[in-house]
């Protein structure tokens, strides 16, 4: 209740103060997105009229659902990238693997990776709706049709999109880590090991307690496997460029030796 009422004041002082500035504000297109299963769902109201209560909210180019799935999210940027991908299809008859990676890196894979560090899907069906989008764009290049898509991302020099997201999420913990962003006690996101016998543990990042799907895969939980797993001398890295190159070639060792 004192969170609702904090919530309604704040309400009230934006109404006072587009009043104060003659500003209109249509209370028609103000919505409220109610998160967390145990939230009591208490109603909003501004100018006097109740907010309408909705399931789904963009925000930011996001689509986020009450229930914090990100498959209306999916569905929609996939939908998206597909009608890009039919316009290619057209444009181009024949395209060349140049032209192909050209296009396919300015217009479809940021649309396909935007935001993703608040959005990364955790289902099986969700990973697999984005991938099956870049495994149908590879084979656009005629001379690729017959292969793999192992073999057609080799070819490209492309990686899945899974792992484009595992190592977006660790260049972000390192950013946010070495305090990259200009804000107060960001790096608190991520709760540090402690052990004062061994040096390397400072280095170490814990699980935090999580009672739901969406903050047990939310990014300070699901990057700590992948950031413990890397050697020391990837994550002392002294600038940003360094530890993207140590990481690639760390990845590039691992899978050397597979």
């Keep these: 209740m004192h969170q609702h009422k904090i919530i309604q004041q704040d309400l009230n002082a934006i109404l006072k103060w587009t009043k104060e500035w003659l500003l209109s504000l249509n209370v028609n297109k103000c919505t409220v997105l109610h998160l967390g299963r145990k939230n009591?769902?208490?109603p909003y109201y501004?100018?006097?009229?109740q907010l309408k209560?909705?399931?789904?909210?963009?925000?930011?180019?996001?689509?986020?659902s009450s229930d914090l799935k990100w498959e209306a999210h999916i569905v929609a940027i996939v939908s998206k990238v597909n009608s890009i991908l039919y316009t290619i299809r057209k444009a181009f008859f024949n395209i060349n693997k140049k032209t192909f990676i050209q296009i396919y890196k300015t217009y479809v894979r940021p649309l396909l990776e935007y935001a993703f560090q608040v959005w990364s899907p955790y289902f099986v069906k969700d990973i697999e709706m984005l991938e099956k989008v870049q495994r149908r764009a590879t084979k656009l290049p005629r001379e690729l049709r017959n292969l793999s898509y192992e073999?057609?991302?080799a070819n490209l020099g492309l990686s899945t999109l899974k792992s484009r997201r595992e190592r977006g999420d660790l260049i972000e913990t390192y950013k946010i880590l070495n305090k990259y962003y200009k804000i107060p006690n960001f790096e608190?996101?991520?709760?540090?090991?402690?052990?004062?016998r061994l040096r390397s543990y400072g280095l170490k990042l814990e699980y935090q307690q999580a009672?739901?799907?969406?903050?047990?895969?939310?990014?300070?939980?699901?990057?700590?496997?992948?950031?413990?797993?890397?050697p020391e001398n990837v994550v002392t890295a002294e600038s940003l460029n360094q530890f993207k190159n140590r990481?690639?070639?760390?990845?590039?060792?691992k899978e050397r030796k597979k």
């Excluded at 209560?53 to 986020?64: E, F």
């Excluded at 009672?211 to 890397?230: D, E, G, T, Y």
Aim: glycine letters at 2%; charged letters at 30%; zero cysteines.
């Design 40 to 42: 009591p769902r208490l």
């Design 46 to 49: 501004l100018d006097n009229k």
């Design 53 to 64: 209560v909705v399931d789904t909210q963009k925000d930011l180019g996001v689509i986020i």
């Design 151 to 153: 073999q057609r991302l």
């Design 188 to 196: 608190e996101l991520f709760s540090k090991k402690s052990n004062p």
């Design 211 to 230: 009672s739901s799907n969406p903050s047990k895969h939310f990014i300070s939980n699901r990057v700590i496997q992948m950031w413990n797993a890397l």
């Design 247 to 253: 990481l690639d070639k760390h990845q590039k060792d």
